[in-house]
């Protein structure tokens, strides 16, 4: 015999153990209690005792693998049905319950379900808003009209698998996680085996975002921003959490949000700013990325996708001007660092210097540059159009000569 089945018949044997010590004998047990095997179910009945003049109270079915199962105020009509089980042994008693206490317990008899998989479906659910946004941790559940229900959650994709799913009708309701809104309910009926598909939608989420979508052109070398709104629809008050996903170049910080979580109150707007960086990225490049945002750390309620291309500046055809990368010297910098760019072309131009913060605002302009052929340097002491020095952290210069933008490039100011 396996140690499997050696384990079975010791839990069988500590569970009869159980059921024939502490009860009160002379207190009238169940008659005639009787199981059998149906498919992927055990029905049972019992008849009350001989003398029921005492302070009757319940009945109380015990199961060899739980314990005591349920209790019933009175026999059920007809047979009780078992659905609960595997296709394994199951060993069952019923006891009455009276004021005085248990009585012993009715026959303990043992048995195994018939059990047939190919007698049973399989419920595959996407829930999602009207926006097309799915909805994580969503409770799907099914209530039979064959007295059995079903319950999950749907995954981060708003997806979930209901296996094994007897055969039958059944009520389908989904409820959303963040507020009481729940999808119009339906049934479907499982006459033969096989798979049933459901596409509920919650109408829309408590979140929702303006613009939808965005896309975005940007210059190499430069910077830029764009306002992204999320509105609470709903009257609760709810903590959120902002991420980029799903990022096309992870190895680029081409994109940042000003705020990565937050509280939003009921009926209220959050604006956040996406900071866009091609200071280090080709031209004729596009970037794609997801803003996911989270309630409450768990549940994606909004997801906004974003695109970025990246072009290249703008230079007259046929122009003899060649220009090269700019850089500076020290970077990082505490506190001057010296801006440098080479000219090719022989032409004497005014040239003048922007510098940006992360934001994309302009704090501090250079102007009236004399640049000649050659190597040209300029020096910025960190301070910004009010004579005051800039915050640490990273800033974005450009170089213009002329009408045109002749490079950009990037440098650290410490404290």
Known sequence: MSMKKWFVVFIAALFITAALLGNNKDLPAPNNFIVFADTMRIGMSWEPPDENNNHFVRYDLYRSDIGKYFSFEKIPSGFYYDYMVEYEEYTYFVKAVYWEGESAPSDILSITPFFDSFLTGTVLASCHDNSGNPVENARITLD????????????????????????????????????????????????????????????????????????HDIEVGTSDSVALCINNVSDNSYSWVASIINNSYPSQNWITLSDSSGEILGNDQ????????????????TCTCDIGFRENYETTVAVVPVTLDVTGYYIDEGSSESYESVHTQPNPFSKTTVISYKVKNSQCLSSHVLIYNIKGQLVREITDIESIKGMNEVEWDGKNLKGKTVAPGLYFYQIKVGDKNFGANKCLFLQ
């Open 270 to 285: 959050v604006e956040l700013q996406l900071y866009f960086d091609a200071t280090a990225i080709n031209a004729n490049i």
């Open 144 to 215: 039979g009209s064959n007295d059995i229900s079903y319950s999950i959650l749907t995954n981060n994709y708003g997806g979930a698998t209901i296996h094994q799913v007897r055969l039958g009708s059944y009520d389908i309701a989904h409820y959303h996680p963040c507020y009481s809104a729940d999808a119009y309910p339906y049934s479907i009926t499982f006459d033969l085996p096989g798979v049933a598909t459901i596409d509920p939608s919650f109408g829309s989420s408590f979140i929702t975002t303006a613009p939808s979508t965005i896309s």
